[in-house]
């Protein structure tokens, strides 16, 4: 089955920094690669995902990027803002569309 | 209105009692999961329905078990309930089961005494 490792397991930037959180998936037949943020108490929610045939996909300050070949996909976020702390979670839906999450990278942005 | 609202939020019991948690969607999905989060937050799949099928049962104890009486119910049933069943369960739903995103619900957090 599916196995998505991702990395780090925990980050700390400063204001207005770069973060880049990194995954691999092990199923060459997944096709959907959604990431998901969730805060202290609340429940997980969609920030972006990615197809696979599509390479990179950009929202105003957040990016992902999808190598198929190397089955490794990552999450850009440009400008970080406090509000960005949280726990991120990155996921492969693999061909009997099971969800399967990484173990989850928590951002720390420090003011 | 709650898209996936799930009951109780939180759940405090004893060991070997039975309990069950109710999750239902107005969004119209095909398909609902249960997912477990442990105290390090792995998101882990236990249950998948579409259509009022179970597609995917992972390896979890046969003291769980899911019930959906129509496609916009999933709800768990857990017996027997141990101390290492504490967690928070988190229902989610998405349409045609893949390649769209999973709405999750707000959690339950279970505590096991």
């Known amino acids: 089955g599916e196995n998505v490792e991702q990395h780090p397991s925990t980050l700390s930037v400063q204001e207005g920094d770069s973060a880049v959180i990194k995954c691999t998936y092990s199923?060459?037949?997944?096709?959907?690669f959604p990431w998901y943020k969730q805060e202290l108490g609340k429940r997980p929610q969609l920030i972006i995902d990615?197809?696979?045939?599509?390479g990179e996909k950009k929202d105003q300050r957040i990016a992902v990027t999808l190598n198929k070949t190397a089955k490794h996909f990552s999450l850009h976020i440009t400008e970080t803002q406090p509000e960005d702390s949280a726990v991120y979670f990155c996921a492969a839906m693999d061909s009997s569309y099971k969800l399967i999450f990484g173990s989850g990278t928590r951002l720390l942005v420090r003011p | 209105d709650t898209a996936v609202s799930q009951t109780p939020k939180y759940l405090v019991t004893q060991m070997g009692n039975d309990k069950s948690i109710k999750c239902e969607q107005n969004?119209?999905?095909?398909?609902m999961y249960w997912y477990k989060q442990d105290s390090k937050k792995f998101l882990k799949i236990m249950f998948s329905y579409n259509n009022k099928e179970l597609i995917i049962n992972e390896t979890v104890p046969n003291r769980f078990s899911p019930k959906s009486p129509d496609k916009a119910h999933l709800n768990l049933h857990i017996n027997s309930l141990e101390l290492g069943d504490s967690a928070v369960y988190f229902c989610?739903?998405?349409?045609?089961?893949?390649?769209?995103?999973?709405?999750f619900g707000q959690g339950t957090r279970l505590t096991v005494v």
């Open positions: 199923d060459s037949a997944s096709n959907y």
């Open positions: 990615i197809r696979s045939n599509v």
């Open positions: 989610a739903s998405s349409q045609d089961g893949g390649n769209t995103e999973a709405f």
């Open positions: 969004l119209g999905h095909d398909t």
